[in-house]
């Protein structure tokens, strides 16, 4: 079956940065965009941007430019998002998302992956 | 950027009603909307695509309608698995943008 599963938690100090992954299975990784969202505790969903790992090609919110970087490894069909210059308010669930070619809804989504960022 | 307003934010309903929640979009965007649940701890499952094609494996009880700019989604005959958070999603123009959430609780 088509699944997504993200690496674990991570806990990281003020102005250090992390980098989360997201190894797909069941499908042609390929294929399929991979797009980002978050969530901090209690609240909503923020679209964080979108990959291609056909040729690489991202697209950033606004938010995230210059700070947020996507990336991928074809031979292990693993998408990457890194995220620097951590903040307080980037402590969140991050969580990896494919998505259908047709008319862009996400499905898959990956299980989670906790990021606490904490002096 | 595209805005997605759904009311309410919270409902609190009994097993067996009918709950219908609505997403506005703030412009057009046709029917690239879709419907997520979620439950604590879990990460959003799709629901509905296309504003209206039912996933499968989802329950009938649930339908989804809209164009343009409003949409809705019902549940026709709530469950106990059913309480959690709704999400409408537009698809149509980055950035992807979500609404606030509807947090359907037991009354």
């Known amino acids: 079956q088509v699944q997504l599963v993200q690496s674990g938690a991570e806990v990281k100090k003020p102005g250090a940065s992390v980098r989360v992954s997201c190894k797909a299975s069941?499908?042609?990784?390929?294929?399929?965009?991979i797009n980002w969202v978050r969530q901090a505790t209690g609240q909503g969903l923020e679209w964080m941007g979108w990959m291609n790992p056909n040729n690489g090609n991202t697209g950033y919110a606004e938010k995230f430019q210059g700070r947020v970087t996507m990336t991928r490894n074809t031979s292990i069909n693993t998408a990457y998002m890194e995220l620097n210059s951590l903040r307080s308010e980037d402590t969140a669930v991050y969580f990896c998302?494919?998505?259908?070619?047709?008319?862009?809804?996400?499905?898959?989504w990956g299980q989670g992956t906790l990021l606490t960022v904490s002096s | 950027d595209t805005q997605m307003t759904q009311s309410p934010s919270s409902l609190s309903a009994s097993v067996g009603d009918r709950v219908t929640i609505t997403c506005r979009a703030s412009?057009?965007?046709?029917?690239?909307l879709n419907w997520y649940q979620q439950k604590p701890g879990k990460a959003p499952k799709l629901l509905i695509s296309?504003?209206?094609t039912l996933q499968s494996g989802v329950p009938s009880r649930f339908s989804g309608s809209g164009s343009g700019t409003d949409f809705t989604l019902t549940i026709s005959s709530l469950q106990p698995e059913d309480f959690a958070t709704y999400y409408c999603?537009?698809?149509?123009?980055?950035?992807?943008?979500f609404g606030q959430g509807t947090r359907l609780e037991i009354k």
């Open positions: 998302a494919r998505v259908s070619r047709m008319m862009n809804w996400f499905d898959p």
């Open positions: 999603q537009q698809s149509y123009i980055t950035p992807i943008t």
């Open positions: 069941g499908y042609t990784f390929n294929t399929y965009d």
């Open positions: 296309a504003a209206s």
């Open positions: 412009r057009s965007i046709r029917t690239y």
